[in-house]
């Protein structure tokens, strides 16, 4: 059965460091484009940042370009996603995903495989 476990989630204050595990079951990290998707309270999940298959190239979204960095650990097969420097407004309950082709980097069509989300609050 093919899934993903994500990890790494909990309280930060503004300024602070969170960094977010991914790791797939049944699949490796290689296999597929993985993204980090992010959904506050009352607002439509969106996406934060991907890293390709096939070369590795990170995608971000504006809003945290230059603050959360995407990265990929074949041997250990999991995905993390550093995220410095948080904002209030980074809250939210963030996803792993998984998809051979997402039809664009950040958009949620193509990603087949979800994991079940870990919450991250940002709050002094």
């Known amino acids: 059965q093919l899934h993903l476990v994500e990890s790494g989630g909990g309280l930060a204050q503004p300024g602070g460091s969170l960094r977010l595990s991914c790791s797939p079951s049944?699949?490796?990290?290689?296999?597929?484009?993985i993204g980090w998707f992010r959904q506050a309270p009352g607002k439509e999940r969106e996406g934060v940042s991907c890293?390709?298959?096939?070369?590795?190239?990170?995608y971000y979204a504006s809003s945290v370009k230059g603050r959360f960095t995407i990265s990929r650990d074949s041997a250990k097969n999991t995905v993390y996603l550093q995220m410095n420097s948080l904002k209030f407004e980074d809250s939210g309950v963030y996803y792993c995903?998984?998809?051979?082709?997402?039809?664009?980097?950040?958009?949620?069509?193509?990603?087949?495989?979800w994991g079940q989300g870990t919450q991250v609050t940002v709050s002094s």
């Open positions: 995903a998984a998809g051979p082709r997402p039809s664009a980097p950040l958009s949620e069509a193509g990603y087949f495989y």
């Open positions: 049944g699949f490796t990290v290689d296999d597929y484009v």
């Open positions: 890293i390709s298959s096939a070369d590795g190239r990170p």
